[in-house]
């Protein structure tokens, strides 16, 4: 089993940059794939961006593509995404979450087992 604890959120202006971090502990961090959500109030969790267990391979969201930037660090057990250009449409609540497997085309927020506490990004116009 896996613990995720999210860090870096906040407040920002539209076309700043933000770095949320991911930290882990508990079992090997290198044997999940690890990916970020984001919900806004009222809406559905949705997908962002997964990394590969050896951060190899990467996929992400078309909204963000091009304007955020996952990567993983093994040795320091911690997944960062990168988020540059913001937009008011990027302010939600941004998750942490682990799966077991390693397919890395998985979306569904169901398809992870571990998940974060959550930290807020609010995008200011």
């Known amino acids: 089993q896996v613990q995720l604890v999210e860090s870096g959120g906040g407040l920002v202006q539209a076309g700043g940059s933000l770095s949320l971090s991911c930290a882990a502990s508990?079992?090997?961090?290198?044997?999940?794939?690890v990916g970020w959500f984001r919900q806004a109030p009222g809406k559905e969790r949705e997908f962002v961006a997964v990394i590969s267990k050896s951060g190899a391979n990467l996929r992400y969201a078309d909204s963000v593509k091009g304007r955020f930037t996952i990567s993983r660090d093994n040795a320091k057990n911690t997944v960062t995404l990168q988020m540059n250009s913001l937009k008011p449409e990027d302010t939600a609540f941004y998750y942490c979450?682990?799966?077991?497997?390693?397919?890395?085309?998985?979306?569904?927020?169901?398809?992870?087992?571990?998940w974060g506490q959550g930290t807020q990004v609010t995008v200011s116009s």
């Open positions: 508990g079992r090997t961090f290198s044997t999940y794939v």
């Open positions: 979450a682990a799966r077991d497997g390693a397919y890395i085309n998985k979306f569904r927020p169901q398809e992870y087992e571990y």
